[in-house]
């Protein structure tokens, strides 16, 4: 392994310690149901941090995850693993072969495990969707779970995502949207992406609602 990527899986899995420490000192709550099935989890790139923090924490289900190539897919791997998740390396953007990687999402679902996306892909435009997952619900047959994430305190990091980064001790809000079922013979079409990234942002939207209610102080 060359210095440089071995140096990026260990940034990743220091992430995924503070991402564990900060969201397992924090007071958590959840809204909505999740199927008893297998199914793809999809939020945007931002609540990365917290979503597989939450995971790692609560681990209803082994769960599985795309990594990028390059230094970017090293850190992400090292993060993961950490988490307790099993990454699954995705080509260059234009080289080779996607469509082997969604197969083996459709093939880890079968064999009852969860995978876990962000919309806008590892690079963005940050809230852009890419249709990936969409592509893994209508080949597998599984829902689609939009899930919204809001911490506070918590402040976002500088960089393309806006990550959000919840401080030790933080309130955070988990919410779950109703499952989305695409169907063999959908077409993968504007609407179709619309629906899906309107539903996550309603979705974040809510957890931030959450955040701001009296209950939430108490």
Do not use: C
Request: hydrophobic residues 45%.
């Amino acid at each position: 392994m060359f210095p440089l990527t071995k140096l990026a899986e260990t940034w990743g899995r220091e992430i995924a310690r503070y991402g564990r420490w900060a969201v397992g000192s924090g007071k958590i709550t959840f809204e909505g149901e999740i199927p008893s099935g297998p199914f793809i989890a999809v939020t945007w790139h931002s609540m990365n941090l917290l979503a597989l923090a939450v995971i790692a924490e609560r681990r209803p289900h082994p769960y599985r995850a795309f990594v990028p190539p390059g230094l970017a897919g090293a850190t992400m791997r090292g993060w993961l693993i950490a988490s307790g998740m099993t990454p699954v390396p995705l080509p260059s953007d234009g080289t080779g072969n996607p469509i082997a990687g969604l197969r083996e999402m459709g093939r880890t679902l079968a064999a009852d495990w969860n995978i876990a996306i962000a919309l806008d892909g590892p690079h963005g435009p940050p809230r852009a969707l890419r249709p990936g997952a969409l592509w893994v619900a209508r080949l597998s047959g599984r829902p689609l779970v939009v899930m919204g994430y809001a911490a506070r305190p918590a402040f976002r990091a500088p960089r393309w995502d806006r990550q959000l980064v919840p401080l030790p001790g933080a309130r955070i809000a988990v919410v779950f949207g109703e499952p989305i079922i695409i169907e063999r013979r959908a077409e993968i079409d504007g609407a179709l992406r619309s629906h899906v990234s309107d539903a996550v942002n309603v979705a974040e939207q809510r957890a931030w609602a959450i955040l701001d209610s009296p209950a939430a102080h108490s």
